[in-house]
T-cell receptor
Framework: RKEVEQDPGPFNVPEGATVAFNCTYS??????FFWYRQDCRKEPKLLMS???SGNEDGRFTAQLNRASQYISLLIRDSKLSDSATYLC?????????????FGKGTTLSVSS | NAGVTQTPKFRVLKTGQSMTLLCAQD?????MYWYRQDPGMGLRLIHY???????AKGEVPDGYNVSRLKKQNFLLGLESAAPSQTSVYFC??????????FGSGTRLTVV
């Protein structure tokens, strides 16, 4: 298994839809997980951290399943402005969590 | 404004030329990183530093060197540029277990 894998998509959804992205990781010792958002030709920006108990921030919910080694991001009531690439981020193996590895990203396109 | 600043923003190099990309952060972060991003490849870690005077190799370090002489600066050097190094380079810094703060990127073309 690669360190981090994501379905590249694209996911094409209408406004108001609910969409979910999954990401699998290989380093079972990983402690810190994140979802980043990247707009075209821009730098990635932190969307949310992923906690063991799951966490929610408005329309966004992140879940962690340690047993199966995957994390998920759920977006409810999609907006046009949610169109972007979503990057799953996990620690680089054997680096004590000091360096992060990015998935290749899942592209979301929300249409009216 | 606080954050990560990368210079230059754009550069065109000829094969074999050298250059240095500068990353500066004013958040007093210990950790700094250099990534490259290519179409279909995602962000790949080149080198990183866990503190002033330290550097470590990432996933794709070949052809690059780095230095962290001051805590706020992390330099990425290309000694002899190759077309395969055409990419967008992102610098980031981080404090403890929080996520990264990225610079706006350097678009490098090697012809």
């Amino acid at each position: 298994r690669k360190e981090v894998e994501q379905d590249p998509g694209p996911f094409n959804v209408p406004e108001g839809a609910t969409v979910a992205f999954n990401c699998t990781y290989s380093n079972s010792a990983s402690q810190s997980f994140f979802w980043y958002r990247q707009d075209c030709r821009k730098e990635p920006k932190l969307l949310m951290s992923v906690y063991s108990s799951g966490n929610e921030d408005g329309r966004f919910t992140a879940q962690l399943n340690r047993a199966s080694q995957y994390i998920s991001l759920l977006i409810r009531d999609s907006k046009l402005s949610d169109s972007a690439t979503y990057l799953c981020v996990v620690p680089l193996a054997n680096q004590a969590g000091t360096a992060l590895i990015f998935g290749k990203g899942t592209t979301l396109s929300v249409s009216s | 404004n606080a954050g990560v600043t990368q210079t230059p923003k754009f550069r065109v190099l000829k094969t074999g030329q050298s250059m240095t990309l500068l990353c500066a952060q004013d958040m007093n972060h210990e950790y700094m990183y250099w990534y490259r991003q290519d179409p279909g490849m995602g962000l790949r870690l080149i080198h990183y530093s866990v503190g002033e005077g330290t550097t470590a190799k990432g996933e794709v370090p070949d052809g690059y060197n780095v230095s962290r002489l001051k805590k706020q600066n992390f330099l990425l050097g290309l000694e002899s540029a190759a077309p395969s190094q055409t990419s967008v380079y992102f610098c980031a810094s981080r404090d403890s277990n929080y996520g990264y703060t990225f610079g706006s990127g350097t678009r490098l073309t090697v012809v």
